[in-house]
């Protein structure tokens, strides 16, 4: 494990008296500032829970492509289903031109739409239906199991985020108690020939939301982060823990206090394994759809104005994930 890389100890805050809190809030407001990654140990997701979403991830990647094709998402943009290889390029939200990723996934978001949500954008994309697959035999169990275990995890990150940027420890629960959160399982597949100039597994880009909770493959390479003096960072799986990051939205509530990093995904040498499979599962937390993200009063010294204009969280993630989608080939 890279020592310079943060582990968290979420158990150990949660049973924390609020002191101890208070300085392991601030630990994380350093973190959060510097490079806007950690690992989350002792988080209290079952095993068994991963192990199964993890199985039936890789089962399904494994089936014919034409068997997959079957759950794919039915037009340019559509959010949830299976998404096949080469058909987005992450580099593009931030309006760089690259070949397409080299990645295939499948992608769900919420089961259900709240009681009284009647925006037409949000039903169409967040609250759109997942196009589940056929096979293999337990998949949508294991997936939606996983999700729950997700948006808990999620909203428990979210009070530790409160505590360190001085806030009452609930201050965010009015944002998300109806997230337009999505999981993401992704399948880098081997590779039998060398990439195209600039073609990255996933090119370098940020989030888009209040955080992510991602799950690497152990033992895998790959995923690095730009440091603060701009040299990219290997980001090293933690046996046990979910690796945290910060996302756009996060960005703008703290005005830039904390950062959403620029991260992608590289081919390592092909004689460190660089053109092996790589699995990983992402869970990408939004804040609910009229979730109104402007700047946090603990963010804005005195006589400052904000940097950014406030935005609502759904249409301000739709406008994002719509710049990633690589048209399909007429």
């Known amino acids: 494990m890279n020592a310079d890389f943060p582990v968290f100890d979420l158990g150990a805050f949660e049973d924390a008296d609020p002191a101890i809190k208070a300085e392991q809030g601030r630990q994380v407001d350093r973190i959060c500032r510097e490079t806007g990654f950690l690992a989350v140990t002792n988080h209290g997701v079952p095993a068994q829970v991963i192990e199964s979403v993890w199985q039936a991830a890789q089962e399904f990647f494994d089936l014919p492509a034409d068997v997959k094709q079957r759950a794919k998402a039915p037009y340019d943009g559509y959010p949830y289903g299976y998404l096949g290889p080469e058909l987005e390029a992450l580099a593009k939200s931030r309006g760089v031109d690259t070949p397409p990723d080299l990645k295939e996934s499948f992608n769900g978001g919420p089961a259900s739409a709240p009681p009284g949500m009647d925006d037409p954008e949000a039903l169409e994309f967040c609250y759109a239906k997942t196009i589940w697959p056929d096979a293999p035999a337990g998949f949508v169990e294991a997936w939606r199991t996983y999700y729950g275990s997700m948006e808990a995890l999620a909203a428990r990150v979210m009070r530790v985020f409160a505590v360190a940027l001085e806030l009452p420890e609930n201050h965010f629960e009015a944002f998300i108690d109806a997230p337009i959160s999505a999981l993401r399982a992704l399948n880098y597949p081997r590779q039998t020939s060398a990439p195209r100039p600039g073609q990255l597994r996933a090119g370098a880009h940020t989030d888009y939301g209040s955080l992510t909770i991602l799950l690497p493959q152990e033992g895998s390479r790959g995923l690095e982060i730009m440091a603060p003096d701009g040299n990219w960072l290997s980001v090293p799986p933690v046996p046990g823990a979910f690796v945290i990051n910060i996302g756009d939205l996060m960005a703008r509530w703290t005005n830039d206090r904390w950062v959403s990093t620029l991260h992608r995904v590289v081919n390592p040498p092909p004689e460190e394994g660089g053109m092996e499979r790589r699995q990983s599962l992402a869970f990408f937390h939004q804040p609910n ?42």
């Open 289 to 330: 759809w009229h979730a109104r993200i402007e700047c946090l009063p603990s963010c804005l010294p005195a006589g400052k104005t904000p940097k950014y204009e406030p935005v609502l969280s759904g249409p301000y993630l739709m406008a994002k994930f719509r710049a990633t989608t690589v048209p399909a080939a007429s």
